[in-house]
């Protein structure tokens, strides 16, 4: 029995080793392709260097900062729609990222459609300013720390004999739920745009948008690649789309990428 254990202890040893070992060595095979990429893009190879980041991407790897480069490689190739989808997979991880979103609306000028959103409130401008502040993550570890603060000040507020700390305990803990509420907000708001609306760019050099999901419905209108689209629906092989003006049309799923 005591030798039955002691191989059983040598084998997972053994095969938890082999698992780090091509842990290990994967992760430095696609630093090394990386790097190679890297020195194709500063030689001019923007499309040799654009594949390279693809192969990364493909086994799995995914990173702003790579995302990042795979989209400098395309626009620096001449690839405009590619890069902005790129750059608004890499937008996903790092909102804040200040080249990242200058990159982004200079790509962004280079497209035929000038879309018009529709104008937010005053008070959905200054909230989405603040959502794109953190990640995700971070919002929710913000909820989460401002729940505990707010109970750990409620029982305070509780356990209190001092009338003025009382006032000021059950204050401070209002103001940690609000936040903690605030942060939950701005975590689902997250969630909703990361995982549940799906948004696309557009990849056909020009292409009619259409009433409905055939290719004889009435032709609404025309949009031109590089431009961003939320999907709202998939029927057979067309997208409902919407536009940030509003508009809405169908859209073969051939001439669109989702981001």
């Known amino acids: 029995m005591y030798f039955m254990v002691k191989r059983l202890e040598y084998f997972m040893l053994t095969a938890l080793l082999s698992i780090l070992s091509v842990g290990i060595t994967f992760a430095l095979d696609h630093e090394a392709v990386i790097e190679k990429a890297n020195g194709l893009y500063s ?58 979103v200058f990159n982004l609306k200079l790509a962004n000028l280079k497209t035929v459609d000038k879309i018009e959103a529709i104008p937010n409130f005053i008070i959905g401008d200054i909230g989405n300013e603040l959502k794109d502040l953190y990640s995700q993550d971070a919002w929710a570890w913000i909820s989460v720390i401002g729940i ?91 997208y409902k789309i919407k536009l940030a003006s509003g508009s809405i049309g169908w859209i073969p799923l051939s001439s669109i990428e989702q981001i």
């Open 43 to 100: 030689e001019g190879e923007f499309t040799a260097a654009a594949e390279l980041y693809e192969q990364v991407i493909s086994d799995g790897k995914e990173a702003s900062e790579l995302y990042y480069n795979l989209g400098n490689a395309y626009y620096k190739a001449g690839n405009i729609p590619a890069g902005i989808l790129n750059y608004e997979r890499a937008k996903k991880l790092s909102p804040n990222d200040e080249d990242l």
């Open 148 to 238: 505990w603060l707010a109970s750990l000040l409620f029982f305070a507020f509780v356990g209190s004999a001092i009338r003025g700390l009382k006032k000021l305990f059950f204050v401070l803990s209002m103001i940690a739920l609000l936040l903690s509420l605030i942060a939950f907000t701005f975590t689902y708001n997250k969630y909703l745009e990361t995982y549940k609306e799906i948004e696309a760019i557009v990849f056909s050099p020009t292409i009619t948008i259409k009433s409905s999901p055939d290719e004889k419905g009435i032709a609404l209108f025309v949009l031109h690649e590089g431009t961003k689209v939320l999907v709202l629906d998939k029927l057979g092989g067309w």
